[in-house]
């Protein structure tokens, strides 16, 4: 075997020899084709199972540096197997069913909400030759399955026969269901510069990362995957001071870990995937000639963003549900909205004028992104005085038949613009 | 392209088995089976649960639904759009910018209706 041959296409070098080796026993083109499909299946599914006890400890760790703590430092060096020493000690751990669950959704729910996460990491690619399977809609499949996820929340929060369950499921349809708007409405854009939704193609059609032609989209892009995360500051379905533990609150031993492993993969996912369609992906220095460092390029990105998302979740308080709701519909549907109308006019503009250097498209879309936000803030900071204004003249008068609403929400301003009363 | 979906749907699968297979193990084989009916009741912070889970809620949450169908529907309609982009001209980008300024008169509609608000 050649070692150069390896390293430049791995998998298609190892391919190769598993076929040649499957034909030699005498197996049929068919089979050996469903057999290598099923091993790649595995290596990329356990890759994507045993990745959460690494996050799991990580996390950890920099939750209780935030905090001034030490963080688990006990189970082996620096307490890396402290994930493993928890995960077999909710194996031997008693399942319960509450009396008057509905059972057959109940233990689906757990399941379900795994399969959500891991099914993404089938189009994810690792390197550019390096991936689950080429799926030409790839962006498509990842918003369909893992809007998968927030019906397994759903499931195990309405299945539960408790009232705090039920509770965590319906703040998941306000919260999951309204961020997958604005989540949707931003993934359209690097489709949209790519004309592509093969994830490998997002990410060939980024010789300059799509974060520099669209970087609002991006922002609203991370801020809504965290939404969907269900993590703080956005974890009102599972908000532990006001509705004890939310959709998973009767679940216990390994029902209670896979939800956990899918929330924690799913962070991790957040960051892969800003990385791939944002940042580039595996692209980087080297990658046409060893393509296996596309690998370490792509884990550092989805590091970082994961990193990000960890840092988020220890420095903001929970945000309050109607500002939730307020800053979705109001403000971040509205912005990617007119995100994809600019984006759209200028590149077409872009196109007519006749300009193909990568640099040029990217930095004029770069300055229209500038003046919508320019643009948004304006529009933000005039609304604002209108509250305050709004706010001084109902002021003493109505103070005290005035319902206590939710203030000091500059994207609001709209509705009390327009007052109902 | 069969051969993708075929990836996909192992995927699936084993998907399935993957996160199934240790709670099998816990439920079936390592986890202690001691039930009783004080242990199977619903947790309500020590207080016995009064009447039923699944009453009538808010209509609030089915209207926030509504509003996410229509983004979601409207999103499907633009992505082929986006992978075609190099093939259509500039009225027709216009025509889709149109189509976006009426799901965002929508939008608007239901904000001034006071759909969006969490009361």
């Known amino acids: 075997m050649d070692i150069g041959q390896l390293i430049k296409d791995p998998l298609g070098t190892l391919g190769g020899l598993l ?7 005498g197996l049929a083109p068919g089979a050996i084709g469903v057999i290598e499909k099923i091993i790649g299946v595995v290596i990329i599914a356990s890759f994507a199972l045993v990745l959460p006890l690494f996050l799991i400890w990580f996390e950890r760790r920099v939750v209780a540096r935030m905090q001034d703590r030490m963080g688990p430092n006990r189970v082996g060096p620096q307490g890396l197997l402290q994930t493993i020493a928890d995960a077999l000690k909710l194996m031997t751990k008693e399942d319960i069913t509450p009396t008057g669950a509905d059972k057959l959704v109940y ?3 757990p399941i379900l909400s795994v399969v959500a996460i891991i099914s993404m990491w089938a189009v994810v690619p690792f390197a550019s030759n390096i991936l689950g399977t080429p799926l030409n809609v790839g962006a498509l499949y990842i918003v369909g399955v893992g809007s998968l996820g927030t019906l397994a929340i759903m499931m195990g929060g309405w299945a539960s026969n408790n009232k705090y369950a039920l509770l965590g499921a319906f703040r998941t349809v306000a919260q999951l269901v309204s961020y997958e708007a604005p989540m949707i409405l931003s993934l359209l854009v690097p489709v949209l510069l790519a004309r592509t939704m093969d994830l490998n193609g997002i990410v060939q059609a980024q010789p300059v990362a799509f974060i520099v032609a669209a970087p609002i989209a991006a922002l609203i892009f991370f801020v809504t995957s965290v939404a969907e995360v269900g993590r703080t500051p956005f974890d009102l379905l599972e908000a532990e001071s006001e509705i004890v533990a939310g959709f998973h609150i009767e679940y216990s031993g390994m029902k209670f870990g896979m939800f956990f492993v899918a929330e924690f993969l799913h962070a991790f996912t957040v960051g892969a995937l800003t990385a791939v369609l944002f940042l580039g992906g595996w692209r980087g220095w ?3 000639q060893v393509p296996l460092l596309g690998v370490v390029y792509f884990m550092l990105k989805a590091f970082v963003g994961y ?8 420095a903001l308080p929970r945000i309050r549900i109607d500002h939730m709701l307020d800053l979705n519909w109001k403000f971040l549907v509205p912005t990617s909205l007119s995100v994809i109308v600019v984006t759209i006019v200028v590149d077409k503009l872009i196109q007519q004028a006749g300009i193909t250097n ?4 990217s930095g004029l879309l770069f300055l229209a992104n500038v003046v919508l936000a320019l643009a948004i803030f304006g529009i933000l900071r005039r609304s604002a005085r209108q509250l305050r204004a709004f706010e001084e003249a109902e002021g003493s008068g109505h103070a005290a038949e005035h319902e206590p609403e939710p203030h000091g929400q500059p994207a609001e301003a709209g509705a009390h613009a327009a007052p109902a009363h | 392209m069969p051969n993708e979906w075929l990836f996909i749907g192992i995927f699936l699968l084993m998907g399935a088995v993957f996160p199934g297979a240790p709670i099998l193990i816990n439920s079936l084989i390592l986890g202690p089976k001691k039930n009783n009916p004080v242990k199977n009741s619903t947790y309500e912070c020590g207080i016995e649960t009064v009447g039923d889970t699944w009453v009538q809620f808010k209509v609030q949450y089915y209207i926030f639904a509504l509003v996410f169908v ?8 633009l992505f082929p759009f986006a992978v075609a982009y190099n ?6 980008v216009l025509e889709v910018v149109f189509f976006i300024l009426i799901l965002a008169g929508g939008l608007f509609y239901a904000w001034r209706k006071g759909a969006l608000e969490w009361a």
């Open chain 1, 286 to 288: 080297g990658t046409d």
């Open chain 1, 107 to 109: 233990n689906i729910a």
């Open chain 1, 307 to 314: 990193f990000i998302v960890v840092l988020m979740r220890t």
């Open chain 2, 87 to 92: 093939q259509v001209s500039f009225f027709a």
């Open chain 2, 70 to 77: 229509v983004f979601d529907v409207e999103t499907i309609f």
């Open chain 1, 358 to 361: 990568d640099w040029a498209r």
């Open chain 1, 19 to 25: 076929t040649s080796l499957l034909a030699s026993i």
